[in-house]
């Protein structure tokens, strides 16, 4: 069984358009994130969820917008594509984090999305 | 603020040896450490980590001790295969206040690994 799952594994569309990837998690965690990876691979964190509440928002576009229905989910909307949101898109989860520890963070396969 | 800075690669090595990869952080408070790997086409896999200075994180090989004293997780494996070729990202896992839970990874570093 996959761990964590994304869909779709490639999205093309154009500028202008409304998307959504979906991720799946299966391991029983708390805490689920989103990553952008750009071109050159860097990774940043955009969001993450722990129990249904956003923690961390980093300054990413209102464009985007996380939305999660239950524990094992965490999807990510996104509106009015522009070219510069074309990326690889990772899903991740972990344990909620206790004070002074930090879990290591499991990824999906990754979903990359191209705008055109 | 928080960051992680490891050697810019492409690094290109024949099986067999020795792999060095270079990792150096700046954090407030008491990070935890981490490489991860990713192999073409796949999503991060956690390679190793450390909780805590002087720990030192192991598997397949690989090995990383987090060095307080000068704030690095250096990467090394004693003998590199083919199937080792991929990026690999050192990660600094944050544990104070908003941003707990928050990894940085630095920019990765691509293994090219030659029979």
């Known amino acids: 069984d996959t761990a964590v799952s994304q869909t779709p594994k490639y999205l093309v569309t154009q500028m202008g358009n409304d998307k959504s990837i979906k991720c799946e998690q299966n391991?029983?965690?708390?805490?689920m994130y989103w990553y952008k990876q750009d071109s050159k691979k860097f990774l940043k964190i955009m969001f993450s969820?722990?129990?249904?509440?956003?923690?961390i928002n980093e300054t990413v576009p209102n464009r985007f917008s996380p939305k999660s229905p239950d524990k094992a989910h965490l999807n990510l909307h996104i509106n009015s594509l522009e070219l510069g949101d074309s990326a690889v898109y990772f899903c991740?989860?972990?344990?909620?984090?206790?004070?002074?520890?930090?879990?290591?963070?499991?990824f999906g396969p990754g979903t990359r999305l191209t705008v055109t | 603020g928080d960051s992680v800075t490891q050697m810019e690669g492409p690094v290109t090595l024949s099986e067999e040896a020795f792999l060095t990869i270079n990792c150096t952080y700046t954090?407030?408070?008491?990070?935890?450490l981490f490489w991860y790997v990713q192999y073409p086409g796949e999503g991060l896999q956690l390679l190793l980590k450390?909780?805590?200075?002087?720990d030192k994180g192991s598997n397949k090989g690989f090995e990383a001790t987090y060095r307080k004293e000068t704030t690095s997780f250096h990467l090394e494996k004693g003998s590199v295969q083919v199937s080792d070729s991929a990026v690999y990202f050192c990660?600094?896992?944050?544990?104070?206040?908003?941003?707990?839970?928050?990894?940085?990874f630095g920019k990765g570093t691509k293994l090219s690994v030659k029979p």
């Open positions: 990660a600094l896992g944050l544990n104070y206040g908003g941003s707990q839970g928050n990894l940085i």
């Open positions: 450390a909780t805590k200075a002087d």
């Open positions: 954090a407030t408070g008491y990070p935890s």
């Open positions: 969820y722990n129990n249904k509440e956003l923690i």
């Open positions: 991740a989860s972990s344990q909620d984090f206790l004070t002074g520890g930090i879990y290591e963070q499991y």
């Open positions: 391991l029983g965690h708390d805490t």
